[in-house]
């Protein structure tokens, strides 16, 4: 196969397609569709190869050393790349990615197009004669090739399955239930203190609890028979009366299970500052 | 799987020659020159369809087919059900043996020894992604995620991140990550997995072309990149995502940048004199001076890349270079102020240096304090003043079944067993190649780094050198199996054994990697065991700590919680690492002492997140808080419960959360408290 420049229209065309997608109004269901298989080339081969074919313009590499730079240099360009946008006032941002991976792109392939003129064309390995070929009956080939790719593809289906299968597994791993009870510190509402109260049920049914509140050591509120959901949340706002003969005021907020009435399943506490009271 | 030609058999002539000059048959077989002389379509070219008409779509079949055991393995074990004899190692074994057994064959195809290590390695790597397809649950990689979620907020580098101090200044793995993340809508995790993904293929095809450049033969360079995969960091820690798992591809890909460098320069050497006289020597110095500048700037290029991405890896193949120019010297192949290797070294340094005094880096306390440790304990037990660690032995959980010590223990002794006749080979057959040479001086560091694992603070040394160590181990072990079963001799018998030795190893290397059936298997909770510490119930609190008290708090809490409060939570975390100041004490002790309130002001603590399910359990990894704490490594009971109730008693500390296990203190009481 002779030199020719078709490898770098492709990419260059990769690159053009690339900016033109980041440059559409965000968010556009286009690029979140086929963001990745643009972004995947651009950053992982397409820089790279465009700065293998300028760096080895006069070498013709053997296949597996031109992915293996490609991947290499791109990745490498990529990390010096992200140095460069860090000096930049807009920083590390999907238009500036995608305008330097692009421009880099474009640049070194241009560069390449202008080192290739007047090159001899020169054999790969593979067409050369002198390269030992296996050979087998056309029909031979074409038929157990077939039956590879079959193999292949069944390969691929048992993969993807053992994937979802795994991904099923941690879904529905047994974890003890818990349930989340919390006092967050006080806010100020008019002359008077508050705090907020909250549970959210991580429960594997529902549960129907009890919120009784103590201010040192006197009920003043209870919140009975509260029906919470799986992943469901309640909180309500406690005002605090106050409590002129302490300096300060101890708030105590028990959760009961409705099942276990006398034992306490979750508590927060807090001591309300002196001038709250 | 044909073997034909056949040769020469063993005759009672050969018998009787080794029993008379056993080390004389030693010496022909290590400098054997022609060990794969009969096999020249090796080489041969095969395309697509060959492949997929060969052997390839069998061996990708059975890969797939351990891939559904390992995945069943992990799932079971999840709930509960059977280990890890099952099916996790069998299945890893129907992964990697029956390709072990391919690529010894001398017939097979260079494309198709290509393909079946670019499949198992990436098989290796989707046992890894296996354990956690959903959420990260590596602790290295909970520390990059935040260097992750840090750039992706500020779009810019180097946000201090507690967790990892070093990281912001390593911050090549993010950076990759965050221009796929940015630029195709993925989200971290998943982009995450791609950038590792790509970075397992680039390690093993530059760790074939390395080796091929270097053996000259794609059957010794595909055996030399297998063995790369025995070694115990392969399956799992190199899959993780953690800047070595970047950083390592990336340094190898530079050295098979470098490899051609001492052929291109000598034959310039040799053409110079002649080109103002000859036309053809002429162009073929400008085309040879061509060769050494493009080889010499994509390896800069890639070694300033590794440079900013991981330390080690950066420090390793920075000694390598320095090792290599000097072997480079001592054989006075070239003046060095004309060679491109020593300006490569010298970048190297340089630029490294350069990264080091960066300000702020705080790489070399880092590490100093590490191997310090490592060495100081080493030193103690060589000289009778230290207790060394007992192997196999674990701080929680039953001890190490027999048989994953044998195999652990057969594992080291075959590889340090054949590192004396491999590098004897080496010898003999490549002592010409100044790169060959380096790796085998590199080899001796094999038998060196495994007396840390006597030590508790350097155990981990000598598993993280194996991931460097190996690169050069590999290729003299590939070499030991080339010369010494030379094609012409390989029988099935001989095909067998050496197929279950480098099975034995690579299994033998996964349990010396990973450690206790508990640290590599999913399943229930565990305390300070990593993965297995992270669920659901820590994630949540972490969550509503970023929902209701807001990012960017003073937290303190155990190492489990760190991660999770520090990522999900995107909280402050006080670390010795970062802060240095132990707060450990103030959760161990049974009582608020004034020191302890007195660590609480000083480090300017807002929130503490208790854990109490250490109060029932010893710390799998043998320390709750710190690995400097009081006990570490040495713990006999739990945490004590009067530690945590010290915290309900105060009453400048206020519990604002209580999910059962995980109870989060609000102590900015005692922060604010006027200090005594």
């Known amino acids: 196969m002779h030199l020719r420049n078709s490898d770098l229209l492709l990419v260059t065309g990769i690159a053009a397609l690339y900016t033109a997608m980041a440059l559409l109004p965000t968010p556009s269901p286009i690029y979140s569709a086929v963001g990745l298989v643009f972004a995947l080339p651009m950053v992982f081969f397409v820089p790279g190869y465009a700065l293998t074919a300028m760096l080895a313009h006069r070498r013709v590499l053997d296949g597996s050393h031109r992915l293996l730079l490609s991947l290499g240099l791109s990745l490498a360009l990529d990390i010096v790349c992200g140095f460069l946008l860090n000096l930049l006032p807009m920083g590390l941002r999907t238009l500036s990615w995608v305008l330097l991976l692009s421009g880099l792109t474009v640049l070194f392939a241009l560069l390449v197009i202008y080192l290739r003129r007047g090159l001899v064309p020169v054999l790969r390995q593979s067409d050369n004669p002198a390269t030992p070929r296996v050979t087998l009956p056309r029909a031979t080939l074409i038929s157990r090739g077939i039956r590879g790719a079959i193999l292949c593809g069944f390969a691929l289906t048992l993969t993807l399955s053992a994937l979802l299968y795994a991904m099923q597994g941690v879904a529905h791993q047994p974890h003890p239930s818990f349930t989340q009870l919390w006092m967050l510190p006080p806010a100020r509402v008019g002359t008077r203190c508050a705090v907020q109260v909250g549970l959210r049920s991580f429960e594997a049914t529902t549960v129907t609890f009890n919120v009784v509140t ?40 028990k959760l009961y299970k409705q099942s276990k009435p006398d034992t306490v399943y979750r508590e927060v506490h807090m001591t309300l500052p002196a001038m709250c009271t | 799987m044909s073997l034909t030609p056949i040769r020469t058999r063993y005759t009672e002539q050969t018998v009787q020659r080794v029993r008379q000059h056993p080390l004389r048959m030693l010496n022909d077989a290590a400098g054997n020159t022609t060990p794969e002389k009969d096999y020249t379509n090796t080489h041969s070219t095969i395309g697509i369809v060959e492949l997929l008409g060969g052997w390839f779509p069998v061996l990708t079949l059975l890969n797939a087919l351990g891939i559904c055991m390992t995945a069943y393995a992990f799932t079971s074990s999840r709930f509960g059900g059977a280990g890890l004899d099952t099916l996790f190692l069998p299945g890893l074994l129907v992964m990697f043996t029956p390709i072990a057994l391919r690529l010894l064959l001398p017939t097979v195809a260079r494309l198709e020894r290509i393909s079946l290590l ?8 989707l046992v890894k992604v296996l354990s956690s397809p959903l959420y990260f649950a590596f602790f290295d990689e909970f520390l990059h995620w935040r260097t992750l979620d840090d750039i992706a907020h500020s779009g810019h580098l180097f946000t201090p991140n507690s967790l990892l101090p070093v990281s912001p200044y390593y911050p090549g793995l993010e950076i990759v990550t965050n221009a796929l993340s940015t630029t195709s809508g993925l989200d971290s995790f998943h982009a995450s997995l791609v950038v590792v993904g790509a970075a397992r293929i680039l390690m093993v095809l530059a760790l074939f072309a390395m080796n091929e450049q270097i053996l000259q033969s794609s059957r010794a360079a595909s055996l030399a990149t297998l063995l790369y995969m025995v070694n115990p960091h392969f399956l799992l820690f190199d899959a993780q995502y953690a800047y070595e798992s970047l950083a390592l591809p990336l340094a190898t890909c530079m050295l098979f940048a470098l490899s051609p460098h001492q052929v291109v320069s000598m034959r310039l ?12 020597s002429r162009e073929r110095t400008n085309g040879l001076h061509n060769d050494l500048r493009w080889i010499t700037f994509t390896a800069w290029l890639v070694l300033v890349a590794v440079i900013f991405t991981h330390h080690v890896t950066d420090f390793f193949f920075d000694a390598l270079l320095i090792i290599w120019t000097i072997v480079y010297a001592a054989k006075r192949l070239m003046p060095l102020y004309r060679s491109h290797l020593v300006r490569t070294a010298v970048i190297g340094v340089l630029v490294s240096l350069v990264s080091i005094v960066r300000f702020g880096n705080p790489v070399v306390g880092y590490l100093t304090s590490f191997m310090n440790g490592a060495i100081t304990e080493l030193g103690h037990i060589v000289s009778g003043a230290g207790s060394a660690k007992q192997l196999f032995v674990n701080y929680s959980g039953p001890p190490t079944p027999l048989w994953e010590r044998i195999m652990t223990v057969s594992s080291v002794g075959i590889i340090t067993l054949c590192l004396p006749f491999g590098l004897l080979c080496l010898w003999k057959r490549s002592r010409s190649n100044a790169l060959a040479c380096t790796f085998g001086l590199f080899c001796l560091l094999y038998p060196v780094v495994q007396a840390f694992r006597l030590t508790n603070t350097g155990a981990e040394v000598a598993d993280r050198a194996a991931a460097f160590l190996f690169i050069p181990l590999a290729l003299v072990l590939a070499v030991v199996i080339v010369q010494f079963w030379p094609t012409d001799r390989l029988r099935w018998p001989q095909l067998a054994a050496i197929t279950a030795a480098m099975s034995l190893v690579f299994l033998g290397g996964i349990v010396l990697g990973v450690g206790p059936a508990s640290a590599l298997l999913p399943g229930p909770y565990e305390a300070i065991a990593d993965a297995r510490s992270i669920e659901p119930q820590g994630i949540q609190a972490a969550l509503w700590s970023h929902d209701y008290l807001k990012p960017a708090n003073r937290v303190a809490t155990d190492r489990i919680n760190q991660v999770l409060m520090g990522t999900y939570g995107d909280q402050r975390i006080i670390t010795t690492i970062q802060d240095s100041i132990d707060l450990s004490e103030v959760f161990l002790s049974t009582s608020l002492t004034p020191d302890g309130a007195a660590l609480l002001q000083q480090a300017h603590i807002h929130y503490l997140v208790a854990d109490t399910r250490l109060t029932h359990a010893l710390p799998l990894l043998g320390f709750y808080y710190e690995e400097s704490e009081t006990g570490a490594f040495h713990h006999k009971t739990p945490v004590n419960t009067r530690a945590f109730a010290k915290f309900d008693a105060d009453i400048q500390i206020n519990r604002v959360f209580d999910s059962g296990d995980i109870v989060i203190y609000d102590v900015g009481g005692v922060r604010n408290a006027p200090t005594q």
């Open chain 2, 269 to 280: 050497t040799r053409l110079e004199p002649l080109a103002p006289l000859i036309k053809f």
């Open chain 2, 118 to 125: 670019c499949l198992l390695g990436y098989a290796c790597y």
């Open chain 1, 214 to 253: 103590t201010l040192n050591a006197a009920q003043v509120t209870a919140w009975p028979a509260l029906v919470i959901a799986p992943n469901q949340a309640w909180q309500q706002t406690l005002s605090v009366a106050p409590v002129k003969s302490a300096q300060r005021t101890l708030v105590v907020v």
